[in-house]
């Protein structure tokens, strides 16, 4: 029999003995590098414009730039809001699928041949390996394509809601009970979603005596909204 060398005989010992390596996998979305943009421009509008960025782990960034301010007497002025965001499922699923079904929007969204009113330009762009596009539009024959328009355009008005809400905590809170009961509004007609990623400024609200009760109880009823949607 022909004789084994000590060496493989030693290095086959180690791979017996060493531990089996843990098998991890990250999910499948987080790891798929693709990436959802959503822009929207009107500069009749405050933001002026505003740009949302997803990518399908959930992570995402918004962006605004301000636009005119609608009179002298507002209690708080246009500025330029950053913030990192987070979109769950179903929102998130239903976003990417829709791209996915729509060539990566590598499509014509606009309607021609219409006479609709201006609500601002908007686009929608997907990027990752599994292909890219995208097309711009005031508004669509394609029903999802709207609805995908409107979503954004609803976290657009949760995040700019947040902003004035938390200058308003600070300066004017005599403002708060109003602005908590238009957003509330916003929330019930599905024109402001995914709430949670203002729960910090809600929370603070909710927490501070000094704000009047009824506003307090508007923002606790906000972050339950927010807790029972996942």
């Known amino acids: 029999m022909p004789m084994i060398p000590a060496v493989l005989l030693f290095s086959s010992f180690l791979q017996a003995a060493a531990p089996p390596q843990a098998v991890t996998s990250a999910p499948a979305a987080a790891s798929s590098g693709a990436e959802i943009k959503f822009s929207f421009e009107n500069a009749q509008l405050d933001p002026a414009s505003y740009v949302i960025?997803?990518?399908e782990d959930g992570s995402g960034h918004y962006s605004s730039t301000p636009g005119l301010s609608?009179?002298?007497?507002?209690d708080v002025a246009p500025s330029p809001h950053d913030h990192a965001i987070e979109i769950h499922d179903p929102l998130l699923a239903g976003f990417f699928s829709t791209a996915r079904s729509h060539h990566f929007f590598d499509i014509a969204c606009e309607a021609t041949g219409l006479h609709v009113a201006f609500t601002g330009k908007k686009l929608l762009a997907y990027t990752g390996p599994d292909g890219k596009g995208g097309c711009t539009y005031n508004w669509s024959r394609d029903p999802q394509i709207n609805q995908m328009g409107n979503?954004?355009?609803a976290i657009g008005t949760t995040l700019e809601a947040g902003r004035r809400l938390a200058i308003e905590h600070v300066h004017s809170r005599l403002s708060l009970d109003a602005e908590l009961e238009n957003l509330d509004d916003a929330v019930k007609a599905h024109r402001a979603l995914a709430i949670e990623n203002i729960a910090p400024v809600l929370q603070s609200i909710a927490d501070?005596?000094?704000v009047m009760n009824r506003a307090r109880m508007r923002a606790r009823a906000l972050l339950a909204a927010a807790a029972s949607v996942h």
């Open 53 to 55: 960025v997803l990518h």
């Open 151 to 153: 979503q954004m355009i």
């Open 208 to 210: 501070d005596e000094n």
């Open 70 to 74: 609608s009179g002298a007497g507002d």
